[in-house]
């Protein structure tokens, strides 16, 4: 079965300090995604990648940058977290640009006090 | 720019009642269309998904027709049960990358 791990179910972290959440997939997928997830906004794309060391922005990357050394593992990183980067982070992968459904993972809550 | 806007909940049924959750979209071209849930503490996962004008997607008793001339992608259920609640999204396809809905909660009591 397809299973996509992200390595935190919950995270608290101080303002300024340099966060990593990482995601595993397990199903050769090329495409991996980055999404927040926040009430009253749905998911909001933050970066996304097709392949190894490839990197596109989504729709907020600001505050973000992610790393794709090897094909199953993706990390976002906060470079100086901010409690405005609270939120719900859900990692997902994908077979295919566009067409086959994404697969996610149980997301990690993250807190930036 | 391409955005998804479904009905903002949340939507509250008892179980056997009738379910219809709107979503409409705009976009340039023809994107592929999908519905995912979201159960409590888990991630999303796709429920149905159609990706021409006029298919249905189906799944669960769920059902969702992609209609191109009202641009929409409305699900329904006929007879919703207790396990049914959750968070619902409406997507869509394109440029390569899946915009979302804001979602719609939905409670089934029994």
């Known amino acids: 079965d397809v299973k996509v791990t992200q390595s935190s179910r919950y995270l608290v972290k101080r303002t300024g300090e340099k966060v990593f959440l990482e995601c595993v997939q397990d199903m050769d997928h090329e495409n991996m995604f980055w999404y927040r997830q926040d009430p009253g906004l749905g998911l909001r794309l933050i970066y996304f990648s097709y392949d190894v060391k490839m990197k596109e922005k989504g729709d907020i990357p600001e505050g973000y940058s992610v790393s794709r050394e090897k094909k199953e593992r993706f990390s976002l990183i906060l470079e100086s977290a901010s409690t405005n980067q609270t939120s719900m982070y859900l990692c997902a992968s994908s077979a295919d640009r566009g067409l086959s459904p994404l697969h996610f993972g149980n997301g990690t809550r993250l807190t930036v006090t | 720019g391409n955005s998804v806007t479904q009905m903002e909940g949340p939507v509250t049924l008892s179980e056997e009642a009738f379910l219809t959750i709107n979503c409409t979209y705009t976009a340039t071209g023809y994107p592929s269309l999908f519905w995912y849930v979201q159960y409590p503490g888990e991630g999303l996962q796709l429920l149905l998904k159609?990706?021409?004008?006029?298919d249905k997607g189906s799944n669960k008793g769920f059902e969702a027709t992609y209609r191109k001339e009202t641009t929409s992608f409305h699900l329904e259920k006929g007879s919703v049960q207790v396990s049914d609640s959750a968070v619902y999204f409406c997507a869509q396809s394109s440029n390569y990358k899946l915009t979302f809905g804001k979602g719609t909660l939905l409670t089934v009591n029994p």
């Open positions: 159609a990706t021409k004008a006029d």
